[in-house]
Structures are given as C-alpha cells and as structure tokens.
Nanobody
C-alpha cells in the first residue's frame, strides 16, 4: 500500500496562487493513478483533478479547469496541484488520493487517502 502526506495549504487572498504537494511512500509510486479532491463541511468530497501513472493524461473538475494544474514527479514520489486565480469558493480541505486501479474521477475508486490540507481563500 501507499502512504500519502499533503502539504502547502494556507490562507491566501482571492486571485492569489498556491501549490499543494503530496508526498507518497510505500509501494512504487508510478503504480498509482493520483487524484486530488476537496471537501467543505456538510458537502460531499468533490473531484478536483487526476493524473495518470505516466503523467501524460490529466482531467479536471469543471470548477477548476483552466485555473488548476496537476503534475507528478515519479522520481520524487510527489504529485502537485498548482492552483491559480483562487476564489473564495475554492476554500476547502484538499485531499490527495491514490488508486492502483483504473484512471478515475470518482472518489469511490480511490483506496488510499492523505489526511488533507486546508486551503482558505479570503475575498
């Protein structure tokens, strides 16, 4: 299995940028499709982005497409989420997730999760 630890969250102003990182340990990192999800109190965990094992394929949620970019470095066992033009509605706890199954946008397909990192965007 794989262990995931997110970092990089914080408090920023609307329009600012932030980069989240997720460090993986355990099994071979390149075996996993990696996803980012976010959650606010009282709401379901929302898909943000996914990246394939090689990094060649990416997909994004409608609300972040064009502003967020997911990338991975298989040599450093790290996946990152570059978030630009942040909005107050991006405020959430952001989770990194991994699956050794299919490339998926659905949270139920991810077996491994980090503890989350808080992102707060003030207006």
């Amino acid at each position: 299995q794989v262990q995931l630890v997110e970092s990089g969250g914080g408090l920023v102003q609307a329009g600012d940028s932030l980069r989240l990182s997720c460090a993986a340990s355990g099994r071979t990192f390149r075996d996993y499709v990696m996803g980012w999800f976010r959650q606010t109190p009282g709401k379901e965990r929302e898909f943000v982005a996914v990246i394939s094992r090689s990094g060649e394929s990416t997909s994004y949620g409608d609300s972040v497409r064009g502003r967020f970019t997911v990338s991975r470095d298989n040599a450093q066992n790290t996946v990152r989420l570059q978030m630009n033009s942040l909005r107050p509605e991006d405020t959430a706890v952001y989770y990194c997730a991994a699956t050794d199954g299919l490339y998926s946008l659905r949270r139920i397909h991810y077996e491994y999760w980090g503890q989350g990192t808080q992102v707060t965007v003030s207006s």
